[in-house]
């Protein structure tokens, strides 16, 4: 788990930098919507592996899912201005 995570940063970091680089791509607020959602599920799994308070598990699962919205969001109005 904590190896998937540590990938996910990385990810966000190559992205931030390719789009400092290349002046294109994906914007911040777009990588950190589009990573959140999945490190916050990460999370509740690598919790309930190592026996955490089924708190923890619950309250990381409860806020990925606006992360996934907000995501899914973001998205749709991208494509939507694309189309139009």
């Given at each position: 788990?904590?190896?998937?995570?540590?990938v996910?940063?990385l990810?966000a970091l190559?992205?931030?930098?390719?789009?400092?680089?290349?002046?294109g791509g994906?914007g911040l607020v777009d990588?950190?919507?589009?990573l959140?959602?999945?490190?916050l599920l990460?999370?509740?799994v690598?919790?309930?592996?190592?026996g955490?308070?089924w708190?923890?598990?619950?309250?990381?699962?409860?806020?990925?899912f606006?992360a996934?919205?907000?995501?899914?969001?973001?998205r749709?109005r991208?494509?939507s201005?694309?189309?139009?």
């Amino acid at each position: 788990m904590d190896f998937a995570l540590g990938v996910l940063a990385l990810e966000a970091l190559v992205l931030w930098l390719l789009r400092r680089r290349r002046q294109g791509g994906l914007g911040l607020v777009d990588v950190v919507g589009h990573l959140s959602a999945g490190a916050l599920l990460l999370l509740a799994v690598r919790s309930a592996v190592v026996g955490a308070p089924w708190t923890w598990t619950g309250a990381f699962l409860l806020a990925s899912f606006p992360a996934h919205v907000f995501d899914l969001q973001r998205r749709w109005r991208s494509e939507s201005a694309r189309e139009s």
